[in-house]
């Protein structure tokens, strides 16, 4: 009987363990971002690590730099594969060579969720970004608005094939189209790069010398690039309007300063977010978001709702002279 006994106790025992142990697993995310070398995707991968789950330690992220190549990104998951990593978050550098990656991981019975930039895979569980379209038409519309409805602008794309080029130049085009008297001189890439861009804006300075009018950078840095080249030939980028998109610290100061516009990219609210739709896919529909993002757009319609949403759009936010102060102080802690 008292044989008996003790294996009944054991069991019990056994059975309230299991769902402190359930609760302990500690998840190994991996995060793949398509570079690291700028501003924005420096905030994408810090707001991760300041997630709550990864502070508490319930979950380890591990960040791979797929320096702006679409073959490192997809050994990158090789790698996650091969270490049998729990789920993955993906920025790719490219929207339509980042499907093999996505494939080879969920056959793996890997989870991936896109955040940031987009990916042509019907495989991933969910996507958390920004409307890129809708940003590159904001900042077209600045633009041209300050050049007066006509002139000669140029337009500086960033990697081609990644989805925020795609979308950001739809965006850019179909508000150029609205207006007869706006003519696009040149539209070439320069990867998202602050170098790569001043020295495409130097060139163009000499070849339209005297015939541009406006510029629209498809991010911040190479929006800066351009203005760091009109400075150089002694021109003044008040004269002549320049638009990016990101809300990098530069250009929140450069907002300020009068020699740029732009429109806040939230990387905290796409990678928190994202890291809360991972989760929620992974441990089930007891879980409870913890990122702040759901509420801070709550108002302008970003709803959690059970968390199996396959699309989440983070909102834009303009840069202005009464908000730039604030944004940067939230940076600085």
Same mark, same amino acid.
């Given at each position: 009987?008292?044989?008996?006994?003790?294996?009944? &106790?054991?069991?019990?025992?056994?059975?309230?363990?299991? !769902?402190?142990?359930?609760?302990?697993?500690?998840?190994?995310?991996?995060?793949?971002?398509?570079?690291?070398?700028?501003?924005?995707?420096?905030?994408?991968?810090?707001?991760?690590?300041?997630?709550?789950?990864?502070?508490?330690?319930?979950?380890?992220?591990?960040?791979?730099?797929?320096?702006?190549?679409?073959?490192?990104?997809?050994?990158?998951?090789?790698?996650?594969?091969?270490?049998?990593?729990? @789920?993955?978050?993906?920025?790719?550098?490219?929207?339509?060579?980042?499907?093999?990656? &996505?494939?080879?991981?969920?056959?793996?019975?890997?989870?991936?969720? @896109?955040?940031?930039?987009?990916?042509?895979?019907?495989?991933? &569980?969910?996507?958390?970004?920004?409307?890129?379209?809708?940003?590159?038409?904001?900042?077209?519309?600045?633009?041209?608005?300050?050049?007066?409805?006509?002139?000669?602008?140029?337009?500086?794309?960033?990697?081609?094939?990644?989805?925020?080029?795609?979308?950001?130049?739809?965006?850019?085009?179909?508000?150029?189209?609205?207006?007869?008297?706006?003519?696009?001189?040149?539209?070439?890439?320069?990867?998202?790069?602050?170098?790569?861009?001043?020295?495409?804006?130097?060139?163009?300075?000499?070849?339209?010398?005297?015939?541009?009018?406006?510029?629209?950078?498809?991010?911040?840095?190479?929006?800066?690039?351009?203005?760091?080249?009109?400075?150089?030939?002694?021109?003044? !980028?008040?004269?002549? !309007?320049?638009?990016?998109?990101?809300?990098?610290?530069?250009?929140?100061?450069?907002?300020?300063?009068?020699?740029?516009?732009?429109?806040?990219?939230?990387?905290? @609210?796409?990678?928190?977010?994202?890291?809360?739709?991972?989760?929620?896919?992974?441990?089930? !529909?007891?879980?409870?978001?913890?990122?702040? &993002?759901?509420?801070?757009?709550?108002?302008?319609?970003?709803?959690?709702?059970?968390?199996?949403?396959?699309?989440?759009?983070?909102?834009?936010?303009?840069?202005?002279?009464?908000?730039?102060?604030?944004?940067?102080?939230?940076?600085?802690?």
């Amino acid at each position: 009987m008292r044989f008996l006994k003790l294996i009944a &106790v054991s069991a019990a025992v056994l059975a309230l363990a299991a !769902p402190a142990a359930a609760q302990q697993k500690v998840y190994r995310i991996g995060a793949a971002v398509y570079g690291l070398k700028g501003e924005f995707m420096q905030l994408w991968a810090n707001a991760l690590k300041e997630h709550p789950a990864v502070k508490d330690g319930s979950v380890k992220i591990t960040v791979f730099d797929g320096k702006y190549d679409a073959q490192t990104q997809n050994n990158q998951f090789d790698t996650m594969i091969t270490q049998k990593f729990d @789920g993955i978050l993906f920025v790719p550098i490219d929207s339509q060579a980042g499907a093999q990656a &996505v494939d080879k991981a969920v056959a793996a019975k890997i989870p991936v969720v @896109g955040s940031n930039a987009r990916v042509n895979s019907e495989k991933l &569980v969910s996507y958390v970004g920004s409307d890129d379209t809708v940003a590159g038409a904001l900042e077209a519309e600045t633009v041209i608005k300050a050049m007066g409805g006509k002139g000669n602008v140029l337009i500086i794309e960033g990697p081609i094939g990644q989805s925020a080029q795609i979308e950001r130049r739809k965006g850019n085009q179909t508000v150029v189209a609205r207006y007869r008297d706006v003519n696009v001189l040149e539209m070439k890439t320069a990867n998202w790069s602050r170098a790569e861009a001043l020295a495409l804006m130097e060139n163009w300075l000499t070849v339209h010398a005297g015939k541009i009018h406006g510029i629209i950078g498809q991010n911040d840095e190479m929006a800066l690039g351009a203005i760091d080249a009109l400075k150089a030939r002694g021109l003044s !980028p008040k004269s002549i !309007p320049v638009a990016g998109i990101d809300g990098i610290s530069d250009a929140i100061k450069a907002v300020k300063e009068g020699t740029m516009v732009s429109i806040l990219q939230d990387a905290q @609210g796409q990678a928190q977010g994202g890291l809360d739709v991972l989760l929620r896919h992974l441990v089930g !529909p007891g879980y409870k978001p913890r990122a702040s &993002v759901w509420e801070d757009y709550a108002r302008e319609g970003l709803h959690w709702g059970d968390g199996t949403a396959r699309q989440y759009n983070v909102p834009w936010t303009r840069i202005t002279l009464q908000n730039a102060d604030a944004l940067l102080v939230k940076r600085s802690k």
